[in-house]
T-cell receptor
Framework: DTAVSQTPKYLVTQMGNDKSIKCEQN?????MYWYKQDSKKFLKIMFS???????INETVPNRFSPKSPDKAHLNLHINSLELGDSAVYFC?????????????FGEGSRLTVL | GQNIDQPTEMTATEGAIVQINCTYQ??????LFWYQQHAGEAPTFLSY????GLEEKGRFSSFLSRSKGYSYLLLKELQMKDSASYLC?????????FGSGTKLNVKP
């Protein structure tokens, strides 16, 4: 059983399109995250949700909209895709928002915008 | 703000010992983490320090000095499979801030 799973693993699309990436965790964790890893391998936090509540939004463009229907799911929708959005997007979870617990990452979704 | 620095790339020989350094300046701190990331894969947790000193975990050890804003990851008895990127991350309560990673090349 995969602890943190995200789909799709690969996504190739045209500029201007809208796309979504889904994430699910079966660890019973309270907190979930979206990270973006660019071509230089720099892993940068985008959003964090705790029990369906948005707690971190790190100056991400409005074109990116996360949604958490329940604490086990955190989806990412991107509108009007741009070339600079090409990256690997990692979903992650941690036990809760206050402990400095480890992050469990999904396998990543590689987005290529043409 | 957050500033986390680590060397971009290192090369070491199989069987040797290598130390990967990380320096950080952050506005909040509640832990220093090391993650391993093989090419094309997700980062996986290696170690965690919240107090000063050395934490040992098999072939891997991690050291922290909070007053100096400094940590290192020590890998002993290097194996070819240790070739990967090693990411230093600072936990700031709700957030984990990552360095850009050190790519370690292990050669025979």
């Amino acid at each position: 059983d995969t602890a943190v799973s995200q789909t799709p693993k690969y996504l190739v699309t045209q500029m201007g399109n809208d796309k979504s990436i889904k994430c699910e965790q079966n660890l019973g964790h309270d907190t979930m995250y979206w990270y973006k890893q660019d071509s230089k391998k720099f892993l940068k936090i985008m959003f964090s949700y705790n029990n369906k509540e948005l707690i971190i939004n790190e100056t991400v463009p409005n074109r990116f909209s996360p949604k958490s229907p329940d604490k086990a799911h955190l989806n990412l929708h991107i509108n009007s895709l741009e070339l600079g959005d090409s990256a690997v997007y990692f979903c992650a979870s941690s036990q809760d928002r206050t402990s400095a617990g480890e992050l469990f990452f999904g396998e990543g979704s590689r987005l290529t915008v043409l | 703000g957050q500033n986390i620095d680590q060397p971009t790339e290192m090369t070491a020989t199989e069987g040797a010992i290598v130390q990967i350094n990380c320096t950080y300046q952050t506005s909040g701190f509640n832990g220093l983490f090391w993650y391993q990331q093989h090419a094309g894969e997700a980062p996986t947790f290696l170690s965690y320090n919240v107090l000063d000193g050395l934490e040992e975990k098999g072939r891997f050890s991690s050291f922290l000095s909070r007053s100096k804003g400094y940590s290192y990851l020590l890998l002993k008895e290097l194996q070819m499979k240790d070739s990967a990127s090693y990411l230093c991350a600072v936990g700031n309560f709700n957030k984990f801030y990552f360095g850009s990673g050190t790519k370690l090349n292990v050669k025979p």
